[in-house]
């Protein structure tokens, strides 16, 4: 079931050797608070110029898709910006099914841009306030079923911020 190139660690995104991080972004590219300001503050503002174009471009990213821009001054290459669902009770299953899709679209987007090796953060469980252990079990899910089909990503990193995250993905994943 676990697939070897799954990783669980606890930590900054903004600090892993990938060649590409995902933020967890909003639709409208622009910058926000939790990891997407992290993000931008450490990767500097060649992130948020690419942003701005792609938002000229095509008006932003609907939820469940993902853009793709420079890492500017991280160590990754490229951000992937994903957007995930804000949570709503009255709408699980579509929340779960967008929740999904920005996972499976940040891989496709990688793909496609060749990133061998690279970093999710736990999309949608912060400021989007899904439930952290629904929202694990379809992260991995996602990204198990995605490489079986897949051949060259060489690891997927899940970089758990805080402490209920890392328990849940630790209990699903086993140690790191
Ligand atoms: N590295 C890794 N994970 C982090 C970091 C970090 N430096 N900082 C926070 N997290 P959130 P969302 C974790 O709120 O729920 C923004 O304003 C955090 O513990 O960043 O998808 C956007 O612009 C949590 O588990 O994203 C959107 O408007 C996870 O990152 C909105 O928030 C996601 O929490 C998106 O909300």
Not at 24 to 37: E, K, M
Not at 70 to 79: D, E, M, R
Not at 125 to 149: M, V
Request: aromatic share 6%; proline share 3%.
């Amino acid at each position: 079931m676990k697939d070897s190139r799954v990783e669980v660690i606890q930590g900054d995104i903004t600090k892993q050797q990938v060649n590409a991080v995902v933020n967890a972004a909003n639709s409208s590219l622009l910058g926000g608070g939790g990891v997407d300001g992290a993000i931008h503050r450490a990767g500097g503002k060649a992130i948020l110029e690419e942003c701005i174009k792609i938002r000229d471009r095509q008006g932003g990213c609907n939820t469940g898709e993902a853009v793709i821009t420079t890492g500017g001054n991280l160590p990754a290459k490229y951000v992937i910006h994903a957007v995930g669902p804000v949570w709503s009770n009255n709408s699980a299953d579509k929340a779960a099914t967008l929740l999904a899709n920005a996972y499976r679209n940040s891989l496709k987007l990688a793909v496609k841009n060749g990133v061998k090796t690279i970093a999710f953060p736990n999309i949608s469980t912060g400021i989007y306030h899904f439930p952290k252990p629904q929202a694990a079990d379809i992260a991995i899910k996602t990204i198990t079923d995605f490489l079986t089909e897949n051949n060259t990503i060489t690891k997927v990193l899940f970089v758990c911020f805080d402490d209920d995250n890392y328990g849940l993905y630790q209990q699903r994943l086993g140690g790191s």
